[in-house]
């Protein structure tokens, strides 16, 4: 490799690098949010193209271009797979770039040029949907493989891969016609403008239209998604507004009396508990001091409670007699007492060894603002294996209502209690088949109340946003702060814009058939326009030739039979003078000029010959046509003074013969008529031989040749340069040059060591035809 | 008088030189093959007429006229042409050397027009 060639190939593939990763960038404007899934990948028709056209050795380019633009989409992966992912996928993608290349470059072992229509769809079929199956399999199986999409998602990525990958070979294939026509014939400045303008028109236009239509669906499903939110918010605040209404009912049923006793209570809650099956349980803590300790759990044993004492919680599943303290708000009633036996006597108030801490700072909370106040989720002493919200609500003596906090006024808290999730599932608002909830608690570290294995896991890595599209919403509900979350499968939402893909499917099929019809139309225009150039050229060229051929053949058939006339004139008056000398000498002038003007009307002939007559190729014996050609010749003047030398190596080619015959005739006769008179031998070599693959004649001689200065119009029509020593038409080696053209072949002329040479390269195989 | 007629073909030198030996006495006829030749003659020597050929090797009866009259202008020159086309009776004309142009081949009749060019530059 020389070295500008390699800092050819590293420049171009420099390029090639640079011309993926921008497309790349630019075709994410099409991208399908919320995922990536872009539908139209024009890296793909541009690495296709890059193979196809030069070659495996911009493999690195096409791994490089496609590795850069993967990494810089997954940049938020973790760190090892931010490297392993983007390898895989540029490996997928140079491999089906690869197996389109191959494919393409099979199939163009037939030549046939690329603008032939059925090759070119055929092409297109294999560069396209064919090989483009390969990475839409490879590059979804590498990111499943490390754990970047989940099996659910892997059709959906194989889909949208084959589109994106499909429709980016679709719309470059107007390009690389342009580029591949190129090198087989030239393309115009303007057709190339007008295709391109063409193309990047229809995509200016595709992609506003994308933009328009995304947004507007966009904004349809967010409004959708929106109000499903909404709709599950107001069902919580609802539910809530259940549990208030019953705190308030059982606040009033407290205050209604001094003494309500266990029995009063059960019978009251009872229709609550009835027809809301959520609600675990409903319970009173009454406000007891220290002093009175005694004595309140001696009225609650007398209640029918036996073992009834203030409790507390140590650990997991241990109660024990409370600690002392200076008040203690115990459940003394709860229903229904069934299930919540065990809780009966805790004091909610005190320490509690489970939790680790009291739930004291709520219930101050209750008391402030006098308004029911919720828990966080705990796990509840009655049934510790699930999460559960009791929600205070501070009952105060109506008399002492508007006094300090700390005044004897409250009486006690009363409660409801539910477990999360059962509060949260059950309420159904049609979410579609791919979105899920999840609530959690709105603080640092707030526990999910809601939602599935999956999701929680990845509420908790904080992770959410890299599976889902989210929607969310604060509720403040009993004091606490929820929040509900929307969360929407991104690969399934972004497949859920159906409109949107059949819109860019149909779009740039539509952009690529205008297109490819411009490209054809304007080449067929344009072929039309060389055709009529290079046949008016023709015309013109023939029309001069004629006009030429014309003017001097009016000259050069009239001059000798002038002359005669003169000669005519000369004979009558030396008749009349007696003078015998000057006829005899006349009539020898008359002769000559009238052979003369035999030899022109013969040449005349034979350059008609050249011109029009209908001939095939068949196979010439060389040899014997040069035997013929000398031949014909042995009655010239001087001929046996020539020493003829014949090295005939190739001695058969398939032409067309008249034509041969008229090439060594002429070249032959010339030599004999143009010999040098100096010289003792007159030699006139005639040769053929085969040079890469072609025939080559030479005819070689030591005659007077050309005057260095007439070797440019040598082979024009009629050029004569040696009158002086033999007449010549000056057609003959117009005739030949004819002929040669005639026959694809070429003429030179040239001379050394002393011998000037007429060299003829002839295909050793005439396939064209003998029209002109 | 001393002639010299430049002429490529050797039947019509013959018929120049036979025509002016028949009708002027005492002449001298000088012939050249080509406008080089005949240049070189010009250099060497007078004439009192030349008769030029229009087609000619190597040099052409215009490029000999072209050569000539960078040098000096020499008059007294008839054209001589086998050729019909107007186009090449007008060029010849234009030249202010050249006295007539005939057509070939060389008649009797011409010989009022060579004698008048002499008369006229026995005159000068």
Known sequence: ?772 | MRVLVVEDSKVDQFLVVTFLENFFEDVTVETANDGLQALKLCDEHNYDLKFLDINMPSMSGFQFLDNLCKHKCESNIIMLSSSLHDEEREKALSYRCVSAYIEKPLKKEHLDVIKSILKEDDGD
């Open chain 1, 1 to 772: 490799m020389t070295e500008k060639i390699r800092e050819n190939y590293i420049l171009s593939t420099l390029a090639l690098v640079f011309v993926i990763f921008l497309t790349g960038q630019a075709s994410l404007l099409f991208a399908i949010p919320p995922g990536y899934a872009a539908p139209l990948w024009p890296p793909a028709g541009i690495s296709l193209f890059a193979l196809a056209r030069g070659g495996w050795r911009y493999l690195p380019a096409v791994f490089l271009g496609s590795f850069l633009i993967n990494y810089s989409v997954r940049l938020d992966y973790p760190t090892d797979i931010q490297l392993l992912a983007p390898a895989g996928i540029a490996l997928g993608a140079s491999a089906q770039a690869a197996l389109g290349a191959f494919l393409i470059k099979r199939l163009l072992l037939i030549p046939s040029g690329y603008e032939h229509v059925r090759i070119l769809f055929l092409l297109l079929f294999l560069g396209g949907p064919v090989s483009c199956v390969l990475n839409a399999f490879l590059a979804p199986s590498v990111l499943l493989a490390l754990d970047q999409i989940s099996f659910d998602d892997y059709s959906y990525n194989v889909l949208t891969w084959w589109i994106g990958d499909t429709l980016g070979v679709l719309i470059f294939t107007p390009f690389m016609l342009l580029c591949a026509a190129n090198n087989q014939r030239k393309i115009s400045f303007k057709r190339k403008a007008i295709v391109c303008s063409t193309l990047f028109f229809l995509l200016l236009v595709t992609v506003g239209l994308f933009k328009i239509i995304f947004s507007y669906e966009s904004s349809q499903k967010e409004q959708y998604l929106n109000s499903l939110l909404d709709r599950k918010a107001v069902q919580i605040h609802d539910e809530f507004e259940l549990y208030m209404n019953t705190l308030i009912a059982l606040e009033r049923f407290i205050n209604s009396s001094d003494e309500v006793t266990s029995q009063d209570f059960e019978s009251f809650t009872v229709k609550f508990l009835e027809e809301h099956s959520s609600i675990k349980a409903l319970a009173w803590y009454p406000r007891v001091l220290h002093q009175d300790r005694d004595q309140f759990e001696n009225y609650i044993q007398d209640q029918g409670y036996e073992s009834f004492e203030i409790k507390e919680r140590i650990a997991k599943g241990e109660l024990m007699r409370a600690r002392e303290q200076d008040e203690y708000f115990p459940i003394a009633y709860i229903a229904p007492y069934d299930t919540n036996e065990i809780a009966l006597g805790l004091n909610v108030d005190g320490p509690d060894g489970y939790l680790g801490k009291t739930l004291t700072s709520v219930l101050d909370k209750a008391k402030e603002t006098k308004k029911p106040q919720a828990t966080a989720a705990l796990p509840l002493v009655q049934n510790e294996n699930e999460l559960g919200l009791i929600i205070y609500s501070p009952v105060f003596d109506d008399r002492y209502v508007n006094r300090d906090i700390s005044d004897p006024a409250l009486r006690g808290f009363v409660a409801i209690v539910f477990l999360v999730n059962e509060v949260f599932s059950d309420i159904d608002i049609g979410l579609p088949i791919h979105a899920e909830l999840l609530i959690t608690e709105d603080y640092d570290g707030g526990k999910v109340l809601f939602g599935s294995d999956r999701v929680t896991k990845l509420y908790k890595d904080n992770a959410l946003d890299r599976k889902y599209h989210m929607l969310f919403k604060t509720v403040q509900e009993a004091g606490s702060g929820l929040n509900i979350y929307l969360l929407y499968d991104k690969a399934q939402l972004s497949l859920s814009y159906g409109n949107v893909w059949l819109f860019m499917v149909i779009a740039v099929t539509f952009t690529f058939l205008v297109t490819m019809l411009v490209f054809f139309a304007t080449g067929r225009a344009e072929a039309v326009e060389s055709l009529v150039e290079e046949r008016t050229s023709k015309l013109e060229t023939a029309n001069n030739q004629l006009e030429e051929f014309s003017y001097r053949t009016s000259h050069d058939l009239r001059a000798p039979v002038v002359s005669c006339l003169g000669l005519v004139d000369v004979i009558e008056m030396a008749i009349q003078q007696g003078n015998k000398k000057q006829i005899s000498e006349s009539m020898e002038y008359m002769r000559e000029t009238l052979a003369k003007l035999e030899q022109l009307i013969v040449d005349i002939l034979n350059l008609s010959k050249v011109n029009h007559l209908d001939e095939r190729a068949h196979e010439v014996d060389i040899e014997k046509l040069v035997k013929n050609a000398v031949d014909k010749f042995t009655h010239m003047e001087g001929f046996k003074d020539i020493s003829f030398e014949t090295d005939l190596q190739v001695k058969k080619i398939t032409t067309l013969e008249t034509r041969l015959i008229t090439i060594f005739e002429n070249l032959i006769t010339n030599a004999i008529k143009y010999k040098d008179p100096e010289q003792e031998v007159n030699i006139i070599k005639i040769a053929t031989r085969e040079e890469d693959g072609d025939l080559v004649i030479s005819i070689q001689d030591n005659g007077i040749g050309f005057p260095k200065e007439t070797e440019a119009d040598m082979f024009k029509m009629f050029k004569r340069f040696h009158s002086d020593i033999a007449y010549g038409s000056g057609l003959g080696l117009y005739t030949v040059k004819k002929s040669v053209d005639m026959l694809d072949g070429e003429i030179i002329y040239q001379k050394s060591s002393g011998l000037t040479e007429f060299k003829i390269t002839l295909p050793m195989s005439f396939t064209g035809t003998s029209e002109a």
